[in-house]
C-alpha cells in the first residue's frame, strides 16, 4: 500500500511527546508523497503542523484499529511499534486493571503496588492444566506452561524474572513457586513443598532490604531449581545466590535502611529469649541509623521475626541455632557502635578497654576482649624473613571494622543459605527441574559503583541469550510453516560483553590492578582509558577523570572508580580472621572453618601476596569480580541447557502510587528489558499471523457469495488476499497459517469496516424510513383519539355537577336527623345507668347477710370434725403400738425356739435325711410371711379407703348443710356455739367487709378497664384479620420460606461442617493407606498378609451389639410398686417373685454345673473299674431322678396354682368394681400379665428341669464316690487292718452337707430379712404418702369451706379435672412401664433360651454317659418370611459374590439394588437366632469390602451403583428397625419382619457416613469427567453457528504448548456432548436405583461445578468477554434448563446454581452507556458480587469496531452503587470456589418391596443361602 492510501484524513497517528514520551493525533487533511508537513489535529482539537523528511523526520507511527487496543498479546496489534505497546500496557494497566500482558514470548508484569485478589486457590486451579494462549496472561500461565513443557519434552525449564528494583521480581517469582507447589506437591509427607515456600520469609529477612525505590528490594540474585520426580512431583530443591549486597551491612543513603533482620531483632528486643543480646532500639546502632527512617508503613518488624523464626523451625534449624545466628547477627550491631579513638600522630589508634560494646560484641560471639581490642587497631605485616605488627589509622581501623561486619555477616548468609538446601533436598534421584532467576535488573543511579556495574554485566549477558532465544523461535516457526525467510538483523551486545569479560576487558585489568601492592583506582581507570578508547562501547566522561562510560544493551551508564578495588578485594584481615576461628561458639568457629562447604565468600588480606611463612588459601585470591563472572557463566551454561520463559517485572512510578502510570519510566524499562527488541524482531517479519480457518471466519464479508460456498478454505484465503494486497511480499501462506508484514491485518480491518459501514448505512435509510412512517400514523391515531376522549370528558363532569347538588340536599337532611337522634339516645342511657347501679348496691347487701351467716357454720361444723378425727388418731396409734409389741416378742421366742432346734443333733439327722423338704418348707414360710404382708397392705388400704369414706361423708354432710339452711332445729344446737365465737368473728367480719369494699371497687375499675380493653382489643383484632387477609393475598408462603429457609440454611451449614469433616476423615484414610502401601512396597523380599489382617482392615471400631440386662426389668417392677396397688390396677407380686426364682435357679445350676465338673474329671480315671457297676448306678440314677423331679415339680405346681388363683382372683375384684374404661385397662393389662407369667412359667420349667439333672448328676456321682471309697476301703483293710471305720466318712460327708444346707438356709435368711426390710420401707413410705394425701385432702376441705357456694363449685370441678388428670398420665406412665418391661423381659428370656441351647450343645454328651439318656424339651418355632440362613464359614463367599466380584451390569434387568436386600436379609435371620457376633461379623465384612471395592475402581458405575444399595441397606435398617418413626409407611407384614433383638443405631451411623464418602466420590468422578468438557462446550463451541465473530491472535495463541490443527476449540468438546455425558450420568443413577433426591442433589452439584469453572473462565479471559459469547452462553445455559426440565430435575435446585453464568451473559447482552443501565445491571445481577461485575465489563471486548468499549465512568458509575449494596456484606470474591460442595442430605425413602417376594437370580451363584 502506498502512503497517499495509508495517510489520509481520520486517519489516527502517534507523534513525539515531551511529557509523555508519545502523543495521539488525527489527520485533518490527505498527505501526499513529497509534502514537507503532515496536518494534525491533537485530541483536545488543537490544530499542529508535524513537518516531515525524507530521513531526519520520518512519518508518526499510525495507531491500531481501536478493536485491538487492550489486546492480551502485544504481538496480536497490527502496528508493531514503541507507541502502539505503551499504549496497550497503559489502557490495560489504567482501564482494565490488568497488570500482566504478554508480548511474544514475553510476560509483561506492572508492580500495582496494590494487593490484588488474583493468586487464590481457585485461580491457580483455573490456569491448571490450560493452555498459555487460552487464558488472560498471569504468572501462572507462564508456570504451567513450564509445568506442561518439562511434563511433555522430558526437558528442565527455567523461569527468568528480571526487573528494577521495586518492579515486583520477587513476588512473582514467589507467586511462581506458590503454582510449583500447588500443582506439583510432594509425593511422600516431606512436605518440601512448603520447605520451599517457608525459605521466602527468612531470604527476605536476610537478603531484602528497603531502598529509596522499593519497601522490600533484594539485595541479591537467586536461582532455585525445583526438582521432580518422574511423576512430576516436588521432591526437592535448590538454591544458588549471587552477589550479595555486603555494603549495605556498614552503609545506607538516606531513607533507607540495612537489611530486615537487624530492625526484627531490634524490634523484639523485649523478649525473654532476646535479653541476652543486649539490643535496644534500632536508632542506637550506627548501622541501623543512617538512613534516618527506621520503620516502614505497614510493616511489623516483630511479627515479621515470628514469621522468620516459624519459617526457621519448618525447615529443621532449632532454637539453639537460631540463638547463635541472631547472636552474630547482635554481634554486628555492636561492631558497628565500637568508638575507634586516633592517637595525637595520627599513625595510630586505640579502643577503650571499657567499651561497652566491644565487651557485648566478645561475649556474644565467646571472643577474648583484649586481643579483639588489638587487632582491631593493629595488622601483621608478613615479609620474606619476618613478620611484624603495624599500627593503623583510625580511618583504617574503621574500614577493617567494617569490612570485618560485612564479611561475617556474608559468612552467616551463606551458611543459612546452605542449611535451606540441606532441608530441601532430597536423596532420591530427581528425573527434570524448574529453575526460577529472581535476578536484579539493569540498574542506573546519579552515583554508579562496582555493584551497579556487575548487576548490568549480568543483564548484557540475560539480553545476549534472550536476544538469541527470540531470535531462534522466530526462524523455527517459519521453517516449520514452509515460508521462504530472509536472516532478520537483531541487535547482538556481545561486544559490550566483551569489553567487560574480555582478555584486557574491564575485569581483567581490574583484577590485574588489585594484585599491584600499591594500585589505585585511579591508575585503573586511567589504564581503561588507554586500552578503551577506540571502542564504541566505552567513553570517556568529558568533566571527569575518575569515571568512565559504558555504552549498555539498554542505555549509557557512567561508572565512579571510587572503591572500585577495595570492593573488588574484599579485603579482610587473617589476624582477625583467626580470632573468630578461635571462638568458642560453634556457629562461629563453623563460619569460618577452612573446610567450609559454601566457601564461596570467603576472602582473605590479598597484602600477603608474596613469600609468607604460611601459605594462603587459594580461595582467598580470587577477587569478587572473578567469582561473580565465574557463578554467572554457570549460571548461563545452566540456562542455556534449559528451556526459558521470561517475566519482565515493569515500575510504573516511582512514587509508589497504586494504579499510577509514568510512561516516561514504563519505557526506560521497556527499552531496558529487552521487550520492545522483541517487538521489533517480531517486526521485521510476519508478525500478524492467521489460521486459514479464522481468517476465513473474520473477512469473509469480503468474499463474492461462490467462494463463501467453497470447501477449500486454502484457496479462497489465497484468491481473496491476491484480490486485495497486491505486493506479495506483503503476506506469506504457510501450511496452516497465513503470515502478514506488519500493518496489513489494520488494511483488512479498514476494508472490513467500510463494507460493513455501507451495509449499515443501507439498512438505517431503509429503517429511518420506516420508522417515520410508523410515527405519523401513531400521531394521527392519538390526535383522533385525544378529540374522543375530550368530549367525553366535558359531557361526565357537567353529569357530576347534577349528582353532587342531589347529594348535598339528602346529606344536610339525615344529618340534623341524626344530630336529634343522638341527644334523645344520650339521656336514655344515663337514666338506665343510674338505675342499674342502685338496685346492683341494694342486692349487694342482702347477699353479704346470707353470707356471714354460711361462713359460720362452715367454721362450727370444721373445728367439730377436728376435734373428733384427732381422738380416733391416738386411740389407733395406741393399738398399733401395743399389736407390734406383742407380735415383735413372739417372733423372738420362736426365733430361739427355732435356733435351738437347728443346733440339735436330731434336728442334723432329720435335716440330713429331708433337706429338700425342708428346702420346700422354707420356701413356704416365706410365702406365708409374704401373704402376712400383703394382708398389712390391704389392711393400709382398707384405712384409706375408710379415711376416703369420711371424707364423702363429710362432703355430704356438707351438701345437706347447705340444703337445709332454713331448718331451725338442725341450726339450734350450733348457735350455743356461735355465740362462744362471734366476739372473736366479730373483727374478722369487719376486716372482712372492708376487704371486700375494697375488693368490689377495685373489681369495678378493673370491669371497666376491662371492657375498654377488650373494645380496643376486637378493633385491633379486626384490623390483624384485615391486614392478615392482605398479606396472605400479596405474599403467600412468603413467611413460611423465609422461616423454612433459614433453618434450611442452618442445617446446610451444620450437614457442611459434617460432611467437610468426613470428607477430610477420608482423605486422611487414602493417606494412611497409602503410606501403608509404600512401605509395604519399601520393604524388599516376599511379603505375608498379617495374621489379624481383617482386623486391621476394619474400619469401624464399634462394639458388639449390647443386649438387655435382667436389672432393668427389676427396677421397672419396684418401680410400679413403689406407685402403689391402687394406681398399678394389678398385682405383679407373683411375676417378681417368679423372675427372682429364675435368677436363683440360674446361679444355683452354675453352681451345680460346676461340681458336676469337677466329678468328671474325678470319675474319667476310675472309669475302667467302674464298669462292672453301671447298671445297678444307672438304675439307681433314675430312681433319684424320678423321686426329685416329682417332688420339685409338685410343690412347685401347688405354689404356683395358689398363686395364679390368688392373682386372678384380685385382678377380677378390681376389674368387677371399675368401669368400663378402667375394666377395659384392667383386661389389657391382665392380659399382658398372664402372657409374660406364661413365658415365666416355661422358663422356669426348663430351670427345675436343668435343676433337677444336675441334682440327680450330684446324687449318682455321690453314690459312685461312695461305692469308689468303700472298694478302696475295702482293699486297704486286706492289705493294711489299721484303718478307720466307715460310719466316720459318713458321719464327715453328713456334716459337710450338713454345714451346706446351714450355708444355704442363712443366706435364704438373709434375703428374705433383707427383703422384709425393704417391703417395711416401702410400707412406710406408703403411709407417709397417705398421711401426706390426707393432710392435703384437709387442707383443700378447709380451704373449701371458706369459699361462697359459687367459688365452692368452680374449685370442686378444677379438682375432679386435676385428679383425672393425674390419673390418666399416672394410667399412660403405667402402660408404658409395662410394655417397656414386657420387651426388656422377653429380650432376657431369649438370652436365657440361648444360653440353655449353648449348654445343652456343650454339655450334651456328658449327660448322656452320665444319665443314661437325653433329655430335649421341644419348642415351638414362629414362622419368619423374607430370611436368608448362611453357615458363618460361608460369609466371605457371601461377601465376595454380594460385593467384591459383583459388576454392576451382572444386575441388569433384575430388582435394583438387589445386594442390599440379601445383605439385609441375612442380618434379618442373625437377628431371629440372636447371634450377634454374626450380625457385627457380617456388617463389618460388607462395609470393608465396599471400601475396598470403591478404592479399587473409581469409575462412575461403580460408584454409582454402591452409592444406591448402600443407601438402601441404611434405608432398610432404618425401615425395619422397630423404631416408630421409620414404621410409618410399613404395611403390617413388613412390620411383622421388623428387627427382634438388636439395636443397630451404630451401624446406621456407619451407613450414613459411607454413604457420604461413596456421594463425594461420585461427584469427584462426575466432575473429573466433565471438567475438560466445560470450557469447550460453554464458552468455545458455536452452538448457534457464525456467530462468533474472531479477533487477531497473538503469539500464545499460535505457539500453544499443545498443538491444534484444527483450530478449533481445545478438545472439541461440544455442547451436545456435554449434555449427553450428564444425561448419561443421570441415567445411570436411575438404573441402578438410587434415590431420586440423591440424584437430584449429584445434579446440582454438577451444575455448581459447571456454573464455577465456566464463570471463572469469563472473568479471566478477555477473548470470550463478547456480546456473541453472550448469546451463545445464554443459549447453552437454556439448552441445560431444558435438559433438566425433561429429567425432572428442576426443582433440585440445580437451575439455580447457574444463575451467575445466566447473569453474565445478560451483563455481556446488555447496553453500557447510560445511567439507567447502570441501574437496570446493579438490579439484574444479584447473584454476581461487585468484583466480578466489574471485572466483566473491564474484560468486555467488541468484536468489530460498530461495537463500543464500556467507558471508565461507566464502570466507576458502577462500582459506586455497587458499593453501596455490598455495604453490609463481606469481602467478595473474584473466582468462584470449584471445590464447593453442598451438603448432602439423605431424605429416609422406605421401600414397598416384600422380602419374601424377592427372587434371587441362579447366576449369582449364592446356593449356599437358605430361605427362612
Known amino acids: 500500500m502506498s502512503v497517499n492510501e495509508l495517510y489520509t484524513t481520520h486517519t489516527r497517528v502517534w507523534i513525539p511527546d515531551a511529557a509523555n514520551v508519545w502523543q495521539a493525533a488525527e489527520i485533518s487533511r490527505d498527505f501526499n508523497r513529497g509534502e514537507s508537513v503532515l496536518h494534525l489535529r491533537l485530541e483536545d482539537g488543537k490544530p499542529v503542523e508535524y513537518p516531515v523528511g525524507p530521513e531526519s523526520n520520518p512519518l508518526p507511527f499510525l495507531r491500531n484499529p481501536d478493536i485491538l487496543v487492550g489486546e492480551n498479546d502485544l504481538t496480536a496489534l497490527s502496528y508493531l511499534h514503541e507507541p502502539a505497546v505503551l499504549h496497550n500496557l497503559r489502557v490495560r494497566f489504567l482501564e482494565s486493571s490488568h497488570i500482566y500482558t504478554y508480548c511474544g ?30 487464558m488472560d496472561p498471569h504468572i501462572f500461565a507462564v508456570a504451567e506452561e513450564a509445568y506442561k513443557q518439562m511434563a511433555r519434552d522430558e526437558r528442565n525449564q527455567s523461569i527468568i524474572v528480571s526487573g528494577e528494583s521495586g518492579a515486583g521480581k520477587t ?18 509427607d516431606t512436605n518440601v513443598e512448603e520447605k520451599v515456600l517457608a525459605s521466602s520469609p527468612i531470604m527476605e529477612a536476610i537478603g531484602n532490604a528497603k531502598t529509596t525505590r522499593n519497601d522490600n528490594s533484594s539485595r541479591f540474585g537467586k536461582y532455585i531449581e525445583i526438582g521432580f520426580s518422574r511423576s512430576y512431583r516436588i521432591i526437592g530443591a535448590n538454591m544458588r545466590t549471587y552477589l550479595l549486597e555486603k555494603s549495605r551491612v556498614v552503609f545506607q543513603a538516606e531513607e533507607e535502611r540495612n537489611y530486615h533482620i537487624f530492625y526484627q531483632l531490634c524490634a523484639s528486643a523485649s523478649l525473654p529469649e532476646m535479653q541476652d543480646l543486649s539490643l535496644t532500639s534500632a536508632e542506637d546502632f550506627v548501622y541501623t541509623s543512617m538512613g534516618e527512617n527506621i520503620f516502614i508503613e505497614g510493616v511489623n518488624d516483630a511479627d515479621d521475626l515470628n514469621k522468620t523464626r516459624r519459617a526457621f523451625r519448618l525447615l529443621g534449624i532449632k532454637d539453639a541455632s537460631q540463638n547463635a545466628i541472631f547472636k552474630v547477627l547482635a554481634g554486628v550491631l555492636h561492631l558497628g557502635n565500637i568508638e575507634i579513638y586516633a592517637e595525637r600522630d595520627g599513625e595510630s589508634c586505640h579502643v577503650s578497654s571499657d567499651d561497652v560494646h566491644l565487651a557485648h560484641f566478645c561475649r556474644l560471639l565467646c571472643l577474648e576482649p583484649r586481643q579483639m581490642e588489638h587487632w582491631l587497631c593493629h595488622r601483621k605485616l608478613a615479609t620474606a624473613t619476618e613478620t611484624y605488627v603495624k599500627n593503623m589509622s583510625a580511618k583504617q581501623a574503621a574500614n577493617a571494622r567494617d569490612a570485618l561486619a560485612k564479611h561475617i555477616y556474608a559468612r552467616v548468609f551463606d551458611w543459612i543459605v546452605a542449611r535451606i538446601n540441606v532441608a530441601v533436598r532430597t536423596s532420591s534421584k530427581q528425573h527434570s527441574f524448574i529453575g526460577v532467576l529472581d535476578i536484579y535488573g539493569f540498574e542506573t543511579f546519579e552515583v554508579n559503583s562496582f555493584e551497579q556495574f556487575c548487576i548490568n554485566y549480568a543483564n548484557e549477558k540475560l539480553q545476549q541469550q534472550f536476544n538469541s532465544h527470540v531470535f531462534k523461535l522466530e526462524q523455527e516457526e517459519y521453517v516449520k510453516e514452509q515460508i521462504p525467510w530472509t536472516l532478520i538483523d537483531f541487535h547482538d551486545n556481545r561486544p559490550c560483553i566483551d569489553l567487560i569479560e574480555a582478555r584486557l576487558g574491564v575485569l581483567d585489568l581490574l583484577d590485574e590492578e588489585c594484585k599491584v601492592p600499591k594500585g589505585t583506582d585511579q591508575n585503573w581507570v586511567q589504564k581503561l582509558y588507554k586500552q578503551h578508547a577506540s571502542n564504541a562501547h566505552f567513553e570517556k566522561p568529558r568533566m571527569s577523570n575518575s569515571a568512565f562510560v559504558v555504552v549498555h544493551f539498554a542505555d549509557k551508564v557512567a561508572y565512579e572508580c571510587a572503591s572500585f578495588l577495595e570492593k573488588n578485594r574484599d579485603t579482610v584481615y587473617d589476624e582477625q580472621i ?165 500493518g496489513q491485518v489494520a488494511y483488512l480491518e479498514k476494508l472490513r469496516a467500510d463494507k460493513f459501514r455501507a451495509a449499515c448505512v443501507a439498512v438505517q435509510k431503509t429503517v429511518r424510513g420506516w420508522l417515520q412512517r410508523v410515527r405519523y400514523r401513531k400521531i394521527r391515531k392519538a390526535v383522533v383519539l385525544l378529540q374522543r376522549y375530550g368530549r367525553g370528558y366535558l359531557a361526565r363532569r357537567y353529569a357530576e355537577y347534577l349528582r353532587l347538588t342531589r347529594a348535598a340536599v339528602a346529606c344536610q337532611k339525615n344529618y340534623r336527623m341524626a344530630r336529634e337522634r343522638r ?84 434336728a442334723l439327722k432329720k435335716l440330713n435325711t429331708g433337706m429338700e423338704n425342708k428346702i420346700m418348707q422354707l420356701r413356704r414360710k416365706m410365702d406365708n410371711q409374704g401373704e402376712e404382708y400383703r394382708e398389712q397392705n390391704e389392711q393400709l388400704l382398707r384405712a384409706n379407703t375408710t379415711l376416703g369414706a369420711e371424707l364423702s361423708r363429710v362432703q355430704q354432710l356438707l351438701q345437706r348443710a347447705h340444703g337445709q339452711r332454713g331448718g331451725a332445729a338442725e341450726l339450734a344446737p350450733l348457735r350455743a356455739e356461735l355465740q362462744e365465737q362471734r366476739a372473736r368473728l366479730d373483727e374478722a367480719r369487719a376486716l372482712e367487709s372492708r376487704m371486700e369494699d375494697r375488693h368490689r371497687d377495685e373489681k369495678l375499675e378493673l370491669t371497666r378497664r376491662v371492657a375498654e380493653l377488650e373494645k380496643e382489643n376486637a378493633l385491633l383484632e379486626s384490623q390483624k384479620e384485615e391486614l392478615n387477609q392482605k398479606i396472605k393475598q400479596q405474599s403467600g408462603r412468603a413467611a413460611e420460606d423465609v422461616g423454612s429457609a433459614l433453618l434450611r440454611a442452618e442445617m446446610d451449614a451444620e450437614r457442611r461442617r459434617y460432611q467437610n469433616l468426613l470428607k477430610e476423615y477420608s482423605r486422611l484414610e487414602q493417606r494412611y493407606d497409602n503410606l501403608k502401601e509404600e512401605v509395604s512396597l519399601a520393604k524388599p523380599g516376599h511379603r505375608r498378609s498379617p495374621s489379624n489382617q481383617s482386623s486391621l482392615e476394619s474400619d469401624s471400631n464399634y462394639t458388639s451389639i449390647s443386649t438387655s440386662e435382667a436389672g432393668d426389668a427389676d427396677d421397672a417392677v419396684r418401680l410400679v410398686e413403689e406407685m402403689g396397688v391402687a394406681k398399678a390396677a394389678m398385682d405383679i407380686g407373683i411375676f417378681v417373685k417368679l423372675q427372682k426364682r429364675v435368677r436363683e435357679l440360674e446361679d444355683e445350676r452354675k453352681r451345680l454345673q460346676a461340681s458336676v465338673d469337677e466329678d468328671c474329671e474325678e470319675e474319667a480315671a476310675a472309669a475302667k473299674s467302674l464298669k462292672s457297676a453301671a447298671a445297678a448306678e444307672q438304675e439307681a440314677a433314675d430312681l433319684a431322678y424320678n423321686n426329685l423331679k416329682r417332688q420339685e415339680l409338685e410343690s412347685e405346681n401347688r405354689k404356683l396354682k395358689a398363686d395364679l388363683n390368688e392373682l386372678r382372683r384380685g385382678v377380677g375384684e378390681r376389674a368387677a368394681d371399675a368401669d368400663a374404661d378402667a375394666s377395659r385397662q384392667l383386661r389389657d393389662g391382665y392380659d399382658i400379665l398372664m402372657s409374660q407369667l406364661k413365658a415365666a412359667n416355661e422358663e422356669l420349667d426348663a430351670r427345675k428341669e436343668e435343676v433337677v439333672i444336675l441334682r440327680t448328676q450330684i446324687v449318682s456321682t455321690a453314690q459312685r464316690r461312695d461305692n469308689k471309697r468303700a472298694q478302696e476301703n475295702a482293699s486297704t483293710d486286706e492289705a493294711d487292718t489299721a484303718t478307720l471305720p466307715s460310719d466316720k466318712d459318713q458321719a464327715l460327708m453328713v456334716y459337710r452337707r450338713v454345714c451346706q444346707s446351714n450355708e444355704l438356709l442363712e443366706r435364704d435368711l438373709e434375703s428374705q430379712t433383707r427383703q422384709h426390710g425393704e417391703e417395711v420401707e416401702a410400707l412406710r413410705a406408703e403411709v407417709e404418702a397417705l398421711k401426706e394425701d390426707v393432710e392435703k385432702k384437709r387442707e383443700a376441705l378447709n380451704y373449701a369451706t371458706s369459699l361462697s357456694p359459687e367459688a365452692l363449685l368452680e374449685y370442686g370441678v378444677q379438682l375432679e379435672i386435676t385428679r383425672l388428670t393425674d390419673d390418666n398420665l399416672d394410667q399412660k406412665e403405667l402402660v408404658e412401664k409395662l410394655e417397656k418391661n414386657e420387651r426388656k423381659l422377653k429380650k432376657q428370656l431369649r438370652i436365657y433360651m440361648k444360653k440353655v441351647q449353648e449348654l445343652e450343645v456343650s454339655h450334651g454328651g456328658r449327660v448322656k454317659s452320665d444319665l443314661g439318656r437325653h433329655v430335649t424339651l421341644q419348642r415351638k418355632e414362629k414362622d419368619f418370611e423374607g430370611m436368608l440362613e448362611y453357615d458363618q464359614e460361608d460369609e466371605p463367599l457371601l461377601i465376595e459374590t454380594l460385593v467384591s466380584d459383583m459388576h454392576p451390569s451382572a444386575l441388569s434387568g433384575t430388582v435394583p439394588c438387589l445386594p442390599a436386600y440379601i445383605l439385609f436379609m441375612c442380618v434379618r435371620h442373625a437377628d431371629y437366632v440372636n447371634d450377634d457376633r454374626k450380625v457385627e461379623s457380617l456388617l463389618t465384612a460388607t462395609i ?74 461420585l461427584i469427584r468422578v462426575a466432575e473429573a469427567a466433565i471438567q475438560p468438557m466445560i470450557v469447550s462446550a460453554m464458552l468455545e463451541s458455536e452452538s448457534i453457528p457464525s456467530l462468533a465473530g474472531v479477533k487477531p491472535a497473538g503469539y500464545r495463541n499460535r505457539s500453544s504448548s499443545v498443538e491444534n490443527d484444527g483450530g478449533g476449540a481445545s478438545g472439541g468438546y461440544t455442547l451436545r456432548a456435554l449434555i449427553r455425558r450428564l444425561g448419561l450420568f443421570h441415567g445411570v443413577m436411575r438404573d441402578h436405583g438410587l434415590d431420586p433426591e440423591i440424584a437430584g442433589q449429584a445434579v446440582r ?85 461487585s468484583q466480578q461485575i466489574v471485572k466483566i465489563l473491564n474484560l468486555y471486548t467488541p468484536l468489530n469496531e460498530f461495537e463500543e468499549r464500556v467507558t471508565v465512568a461507566f464502570i466507576r458509575n458502577i462500582q459506586k452503587q455497587l458499593a453501596e449494596r455490598d455495604e453490609d456484606a463481606a469481602a467478595p470474591q473474584l473466582l468462584v470456589d470449584t471445590k464447593q460442595t453442598f451438603p448432602l442430605v439423605f431424605p429416609y425413602a422406605p421401600s414397598s418391596l416384600s422380602l419374601e417376594t424377592l427372587h434371587i437370580p441362579a447366576s449369582l451363584g449364592l446356593r449356599f443361602l437358605g430361605r427362612v
Open 823 to 906: 341527644a334523645f339516645l344520650t339521656v336514655r342511657r344515663a337514666a338506665v345507668t343510674v338505675q342499674a347501679f342502685a338496685r346492683g348496691m341494694f342486692t349487694r347487701r342482702i347477699y353479704q347477710e346470707f353470707l356471714l351467716h354460711h361462713k359460720a357454720l362452715i367454721v362450727q361444723r370444721c373445728v367439730r370434725g377436728w376435734l373428733q378425727r384427732l381422738k380416733y388418731r391416738r386411740m389407733r396409734r395406741a393399738a398399733v403400738v401395743l399389736q407390734c409389741a406383742y407380735r415383735r416378742s413372739r417372733a423372738l421366742r420362736r426365733f430361739k425356739a427355732l435356733k435351738t432346734e437347728t443346733r440339735s443333733a436330731e
Open 1488 to 1561: 470393608n469390602a465396599i471400601k475396598r471395592v470403591l478404592k479399587r475402581n473409581e469409575d462412575f458405575e461403580t460408584t454409582s451403583f454402591w452409592l444406591a444399595n448402600t443407601s438402601r441397606l441404611l434405608h432398610c435398617l432404618k425401615q425395619y428397625s422397630g423404631d416408630e418413626a421409620f414404621m410409618v409407611q410399613n404395611t403390617s407384614k413388613q412390620n411383622e419382619h421388623c428387627l427382634k433383638n438388636f439395636d443397630l443405631a451404630e451401624y446406621r451411623s456407619v451407613l450414613s457416613d459411607l454413604s457420604i464418602q461413596i456421594y463425594q466420590q
Open 105 to 134: 514470548i514475553v510476560l509483561v508484569a506492572i508492580n500495582p503496588y496494590e494487593e490484588l485478589q488474583i493468586y487464590g486457590e481457585e485461580v491457580i486451579n483455573a490456569y491448571s492444566g490450560r493452555n498459555m494462549g487460552d
Open 171 to 188: 513476588v512473582s517469582a514467589k507467586y511462581a513457586m506458590r503454582f510449583f507447589a500447588t500443582v506439583g506437591g510432594s509425593a511422600n
Open 578 to 742: 583467626n580470632l573468630l576461628k578461635a571462638s568458642q561458639l560453634q556457629l562461629v568457629a563453623d563460619l569460618f572453618d577452612g573446610d567450609d562447604p559454601a566457601p564461596k565468600s570467603a576472602r582473605v588480606n590479598v597484602r600477603a601476596a608474596r613469600a609468607a611463612p604460611k601459605p594462603p588459601n587459594k580461595d582467598h585470591r580470587k577477587t569478587v569480580g572473578l567469582q561473580f563472572r565465574s557463578s554467572l557463566h554457570l549460571l548461563m551454561e545452566t540456562l542455556n541447557a534449559t528451556t526459558p520463559h521470561y517475566v519482565r517485572c515493569i515500575k510504573p512510578n516511582d512514587d509508589k502510587e497504586a494504579f499510577s502510570f509514568d510512561s516516561r519510566r514504563a519505557v526506560q524499562q521497556l527499552r531496558a528489558c529487552g521487550v520492545l527488541e522483541t517487538i521489533r524482531i517480531s517486526a521485521a517479519g510476519y508478525p500478524s499471523r492467521w489460521t486459514y480457518g479464522d481468517f476465513f471466519s473474520r473477512y469473509r464479508v469480503l468474499m463474492r457469495k461462490s467462494d463463501v460456498a467453497s470447501p477449500d478454505k486454502k484457496s479462497v484465503c489465497r484468491n481473496l488476499l491476491e484480490t486485495l494486497i497486491r505486493e506479495g511480499d506483503m503476506f506469506q501462506l504457510g501450511k496452516s497459517k497465513i503470515f502478514f508484514r506488519a
Open 1645 to 1729: 452439584q454438577l451444575f455448581c461445578c459447571i456454573n464455577a469453572v465456566t464463570l471463572n473462565n469469563i472473568l479471566l479471559r478477555k477473548d470470550v468477554c463478547s456480546w456473541s459469547t453472550g448469546m451463545q452462553l445464554r443459549y447453552n445455559t437454556s439448552q441445560l434448563e431444558e435438559w433438566l426440565r425433561a429429567n425432572q430435575s428442576y426443582q433440585t435446585g440445580a437451575a439455580q446454581s447457574l444463575a451467575p453464568v445466566i447473569q453474565a451473559a445478560q451483563l455481556l447482552q446488555v447496553k453500557k452507556k447510560t445511567p439507567q443501565d447502570a441501574d437496570a445491571i446493579c438490579s439484574l445481577c444479584t447473584a454476581l458480587n
